[in-house]
């Protein structure tokens, strides 16, 4: 069955940059939608950024400008280039794929298993 596998977080300072990768094993059918969340402590995880099969974006307005979501289908990666980081993007980030797999008919969601932004002078 079809895993995801996240990388690319740390500790940063304010103004810095990282850039997350989720990569994904096993076969794939096709790809409806990918998603990148967050949650941080005492707030609700919300939806940061969204690339769908035909490769339209989008993104919540707090990171506008400074995040970008792309993918690179050969490789089943999808990635996040966060820029000018802030202290509020601080959270644990978790990757979405909402995809069809070669076992099953029906599209699924499948959950990365988040990986940690502490943005901190």
């Known amino acids: 069955q079809v895993q995801l596998v996240e990388s690319g977080g740390g500790l940063v300072q304010p103004g810095g940059s990282l850039r997350l990768s989720c990569a994904a094993s096993?076969?794939?059918?096709?790809?409806?939608?990918m998603y990148w969340y967050r949650q941080a402590p005492g707030k609700q995880r919300e939806l940061v950024a969204t690339?769908?099969?035909?490769?339209?974006?989008n993104y919540v307005d707090s990171v506008k400008g400074r995040f970008t979501i792309s993918r690179d289908n050969a490789k089943k990666t999808v990635y996040l280039q966060m820029n000018n980081l802030k202290p509020d993007d601080t959270a644990v980030y978790y990757c979405n794929w909402f995809i069809k797999t070669m076992t099953t008919g029906t599209p699924s969601t499948y959950w990365g298993q988040g990986t940690q932004v502490t943005v901190s002078s």
């Open positions: 096993g076969s794939i059918f096709s790809i409806y939608a």
């Open positions: 690339i769908t099969s035909t490769g339209s974006t």
